[in-house]
């Protein structure tokens, strides 16, 4: 019957054109592609229910629902919408089973395609045909396609609200599946009994009952009482009018205890969250606040971690004349050493900051990447070797004094950076919202109209430099802190290119955001360590889906949001503000 | 009387154009005088150079008693000029209030301690800026007050030019230079406009230099009218008189055609 509706269509329009064809082709080559980098044999013993399913055939499946569910979303009649979303699925599994026959036949044929492509395994093929082997199998991975793709169709029609009920309690469970590891060692952090849940990082048969149960329970309760305002409310002492207080306090005990609930690993990641939270912080306001491009960010971070280390630095090859060290035994608290850091970082970001006041956009992009470089080769240098030690770096930096604590412990070094990043948070959100955060944002938005209006173009870009090189460099300080050493190769031009990718990946401009993408992009491939060799593929698929899904980042700036809209607004209605522009008398 | 602004043999080249050649130009307290001149005759160049965002080849500028050549346009709207631009050039990303308060950045002062801090001083003067901003938007009636919460990109083309100049009123200016601000509106919308000039003169006591391809527009509002062709300038005196003017005519229309026809108006 499928294969009947394609070619009436093809009959009409060709075949490129029947809906659902291209999307099912692509369908078709990314489950071929994860076959042919040995994902799916990789995953196929993965267990997300122990005995019952594995990720690796779980994942073809995914493929095709996903692909399928997402060329049904543009309006379309109802007959329109069952062939769209089976053509999907059986494109994409015709393509795989045809795959699978090439190789066999090219096999037989004496062609050893394993010696180029060493992942298409037996037990690749045998996974991806579900065992019967490309023949049979290509029927089979058809038979599904379109199974799965009938299983799109039929979602889409549900009721939104019960679909986003399903889709949260099976996000829940593939999540509570994958991160199984993570989640045991918390659940043990906090002495609950986790043998009843997972058998061999899969969930058992009952903890998949129970996990389902209690998203969609969880999820329809907070839905009946009017989400997670009521929940809040529900606490003691909570009304409406504390109930941002009420939140904040939850947000707070909950980063309290984070590090007593995962191990030390995890903390150490959160830690390096937070650096780079401390980063992204000062970028925004450098690219987000004042729209000044800045390529070699990380210039701040290396003077943060260099001037830290060499301050409070035990190490015995650095020349007793460096200005920062009067004798080789002598180091600098570390509380002396911040304030220290944080004004060189500043007179830095002025020097590199004034001969590029008169560039704009990419000029000045290229010249601070130039600024970076400049930085990562300085501290390299054989020149700077006895004050900066050269490829060695600087070692044996003093730990962190803190009330007799071990400030290596990384749960304690967490709270350290948490109570900067949140002082971040503080000052950034302090200077958004005020006279400087205005002239920031005019001079963002036009720089000649800014000076018009009584800015002082160059005394705000110098501004801009100084807060950014200030928040940064205690990322830096801390870096040097955690690690006891600051050395050339943990300073490159990809330091630079992260921090803004945190930013925009958490959109540009926003606080919240920042954090968010720090999460996303420095604490994801951590967590993605069990995914070994794969961990990229997955991160660089998360990313490319932010992007395309949401283009103004995880959290946008309100003004960036409202823009965004604007624009929508524009393109969607018609006769809407366009005619109420021509009323006004657009000639 | 003395001037509040005078130029003396102003001149600007680009290469090998001389856009403004020694013009003499003066503004007096509460004048309302109106730029004319076909298309490239300098007057956004002469804008521009009296403003501070090109500063001049020759010649002095003295602007309520100082000399202003070589200024920045932000020391300039801290002396008291203001200005709107030619294509609307709003902060689109901001609100129509923001877009205001920026305008008031040059008579307040707290900088990052007063952000950080938020002491008694900048909270008051927060509130005063915001208060000036809305003051300037209220000018318009209501067509910017409402929308004060809505992003400038958002707002009709001609409010868009209104607001413009209520930015450029929240910098609580002495001289207002407008370069073309009845540029794509309606006759009624210019009649509106040409009370509200009159009413920024007599209100708010500015003396105001329009650019103004509209002869009826400057015809209604102007004290006194210059004319400028090719950076020289070719009449001065009451619209009559420069709307009669030969060399004007020919400008405009050209030597033959002038021959037979007035300006238009």
């Known amino acids: 019957m499928t294969a009947d509706t394609i070619t009436k269509a093809r009959g009409r329009r060709g075949l490129s054109e029947t809906p659902g064809f291209n999307t099912g082709a692509v369908a078709g080559i990314v489950v071929v592609y994860l076959g042919m980098v040995g994902m799916i044999e990789a995953f196929s013993d993965r267990p997300i229910i122990t005995d019952y399913i594995n990720f690796g055939p779980l994942l073809i499946l995914l493929i095709f629902y996903f692909f399928a569910y997402a060329a049904i979303g543009r309006p379309m009649n109802e007959g329109a919408v069952f062939q769209t979303g089976i053509t999907v699925g059986v494109v994409g599994g015709l393509l795989t089973g045809v795959f699978l026959i090439l190789v066999e036949i090219g096999e037989s044929a004496g062609y050893q395609v394993r010696d180029v492509f060493i992942s298409i395994s037996p037990t690749m093929r045998d996974v991806l045909s579900f065992g019967f082997g490309p023949y049979v199998g290509t029927v089979w991975l058809t038979a599904i396609g379109a199974l799965m793709g009938l299983l799109a169709v039929l979602t889409r029609r549900l009721q939104p609200e019960l679909r986003a009920a399903v889709f949260s309690a099976l996000s829940v469970l593939m999540i509570g599946a994958l991160g199984a590891t993570l989640f045991r060692v918390m659940l043990d952090g906090l002495s609950i009994p986790t043998r009843w849940l997972y058998r061999s990082d899969g969930l058992t048969l009952i903890g998949t009952v129970v996990i389902l149960a209690l998203a969609i329970g969880i999820r329809l309760y907070v839905r009946r009482q009017g989400g997670a305002r009521m929940v809040a409310l529900s606490l003691p002492g909570a009304t409406d009018r504390n109930l941002p207080r009420v939140l904040i306090g939850l947000i707070a005990i909950a980063l309290m205890a984070l590090p007593w609930i995962v191990n030390t690993f995890v903390s150490d990641v959160l830690g390096t969250v937070g650096l780079y939270i401390l980063l992204g912080l000062g970028l925004n306001i450098v690219v987000g606040f004042a729209g000044l491009l800045d390529l070699g960010y990380v210039a701040f971070y290396a003077v943060g971690a260099y001037v830290t280390a060499i301050l409070t630095s035990h190490a015995s090859y650095l020349v007793t004349d460096n200005p920062l060290r009067p004798s080789p035994d002598t180091f600098t608290n570390f509380w002396i050493a911040i304030p220290i850091t944080v004004f060189i970082a500043v007179a830095i970001g002025l020097i590199i900051g004034a001969p590029v006041l008169r560039l704009r956009g990419d000029y000045l992009a290229i010249v601070t990447l130039g600024f970076g470089e400049i930085i990562r080769i300085l501290v390299t240098s054989d020149w700077l070797k006895p004050y900066l030690g050269g490829p060695q770096g600087v070692t044996d930096a003093e730990r962190v004094p803190f009330f007799g604590l071990n400030t290596r412990d990384p749960r304690i070094l967490y709270y350290l950076i948490l109570a900067f990043a949140l002082f971040a948070v503080f000052i950034s959100m302090r200077l958004k919202d005020s006279r400087v955060g205005r002239a920031w944002a005019a001079m963002r938005e036009d720089e000649d109209i800014a000076e018009g209006m009584g800015v002082s173009v160059i005394k705000y870009k110098l501004l801009a430099f100084a807060m950014g090189a200030a928040i940064g460099c205690l990322g830096g300080a801390f870096f040097a802190a955690k690690l006891s050493v600051a050395n050339p190769g943990s300073f490159t031009l990809l330091v630079s290119i992260n921090v803004l990718a945190v930013v925009v990946l958490g959109g540009i401009g926003s606080i919240p955001g920042v954090v968010v993408g720090s999460l996303v992009l420095v604490g994801l491939p951590e967590l993605l360590r069990e995914f070994g060799e794969f961990r990229l593929h997955i991160y660089g698929a998360i990313i490319i889906a932010i992007m395309v899904l949401r283009p103004e980042g995880l959290i946008p700036d309100k003004r960036r949001a409202m823009e965004l809209h604007a624009i929508e607004v524009h393109e969607g209605a018609g006769p809407g503000p366009l005619s109420a522009a021509s009323a006004e008398g657009v000639q | ?265």
């Open chain 2, 1 to 265: 009387m003395s001037h509040l602004l005078e130029l003396t043999g102003v001149s600007k080249r680009f290469g090998g154009l001389q856009a403004v050649n020694e013009v003499d130009f003066h503004a007096d307290p509460g004048e309302i005088v109106g730029v004319i001149g076909p298309n490239g005759a300098g007057k956004t160049t002469l804008f521009n150079i009296v403003t501070g965002f090109y500063t001049p080849d020759e010649g002095t500028m003295i602007f309520d008693g100082h000399n202003i050549a070589g200024l920045k346009p932000n020391a300039l709207t801290r002396l008291g000029m203001a200005r709107t631009f030619q294509s609307v050039r709003l902060f689109n990303a901001m609100t129509v209030l923001e877009n205001a308060m920026v305008g008031q950045h040059s008579r307040t002062k707290s900088g990052v301690w007063g952000a950080l801090t938020r002491t008694g001083r900048t909270v008051r003067e927060e509130d005063r800026i915001a208060e000036k901003a809305r003051e300037s938007l209220a000018f318009f009636d209501d067509r910017l007050l409402p929308r004060q919460d809505s992003l400038a990109s958002d707002l009709a083309y001609a409010d868009r030019r209104r607001l413009e100049i209520a930015r450029a009123m929240a910098t609580e200016p002495k001289l207002m230079l407008l370069d073309e601000p009845a540029a794509g509106m309606n006759p009624a919308e210019k009649e509106k406009l040409i009370r509200q000039i009159g009413r920024l003169r007599d209100e708010q006591g500015y003396s105001i230099i329009l650019i103004e391809h509209d002869m009826p527009v400057i015809k209604s509002v102007s004290d006194r009218v210059v004319a400028l062709d090719h950076g020289i300038k070719i009449a001065e005196g009451t619209y009559q008189e420069v709307s009669s003017n030969q060399q004007v005519i020919e400008a405009y229309l050209g030597k033959a055609a002038a021959e037979q026809q007035e300006l238009p108006s």
